[in-house]
């Protein structure tokens, strides 16, 4: 199975702030990696998928990049409605694998 | 609009076998190869199980495979996930998800979510 590691674990940031947020792969997903978002209480839900592809509907302050195993979301300024947990997601093979997730706390 | 319901969540007794539905609408259920996620009392994401859209195909997690059963009925737009064996370890919210298209395979509608609470 694909291991997918998330880092860090949790960050403390600021309204405005600059968020990145590392996903690595146990081996190369060609483009295949997804990020979601979710906040206490309710389902995930899809922000990027392709690696940068941007869901209908998630403000472009959301960004994704990278390739082969290692990748990367960025939000340019963080707003208050996006503190939740976010968690990357590879679908290049079966079984599917989640990172452990971000959880992004207010500073 | 797409929607996903879940149901049939509950407190049952390990060794128990339980049955989840997920009620689909919004989207022709036929053509979407569909998946369960479950996510642990605050713990992450975990992928359980997917199914071919005509139900000719299945893929499971090790963690779960020989005792979950996924399964669709298209006439009826529902998924479903048969769980034998019940364990401590499967006390989850269990999620139904639809996939994107035959490209850019993602998770882009989720249902709220069914608790199953494995417990003595």
């Known amino acids: 199975d694909i291991q997918m590691t998330q880092s860090p674990s949790s960050l403390s940031a600021s ?3 600059r968020v990145t947020i590392t996903c690595r792969a146990s081996q190369r997903l060609s483009s295949y990696l997804n990020w ?3 906040k206490p209480g309710n389902a995930p839900k899809l922000l990027i998928y392709s690696t940068s592809t941007l869901q209908r509907g998630v403000p472009s302050r959301f960004s994704g990049s990278g390739s082969g195993a290692q990748f990367t979301l960025t939000i ?3 707003q208050p ?4 947990t976010y968690y990357c997601q590879q679908s290049y093979t079966t079984p599917w694998t989640f990172g452990q997730g971000t959880r992004v706390e207010i500073k | 609009q797409v929607r996903l319901v879940e149901s049939g969540g509950a407190v049952v007794q390990p060794g128990r076998s339980l049955r989840l539905s997920c009620a689909a609408s919004g989207f ?3 053509n979407y190869i569909m998946h369960w996620v479950r996510q642990a009392p605050g713990k992450g994401l975990e992928w359980v199980a997917l199914i071919w859209y005509d139900g000719s ?3 499971y997690a090790d963690s779960v495979r020989g005792r979950f059963t996924i399964s669709r009925d298209n006439s009826k737009n529902t998924l479903f996930l048969h769980i034998t064996s019940l364990r401590v370890e499967d006390t989850a919210i269990y999620y139904c998800a639809k996939r994107t298209g035959t490209t850019n ?9 069914t608790l199953v609470t494995v417990s003595s």
């Open chain 1, 15 to 17: 309204v405005g702030d």
């Open chain 1, 36 to 38: 979601y978002q979710q």
């Open chain 1, 76 to 78: 340019s300024s963080l």
């Open chain 1, 81 to 84: 409605e996006d503190f939740a």
């Open chain 2, 28 to 30: 022709t259920f036929s």
């Open chain 2, 57 to 59: 195909k299945e893929y």
């Open chain 2, 105 to 113: 395979p993602s998770l882009d509608y989720w249902g709220q979510g």
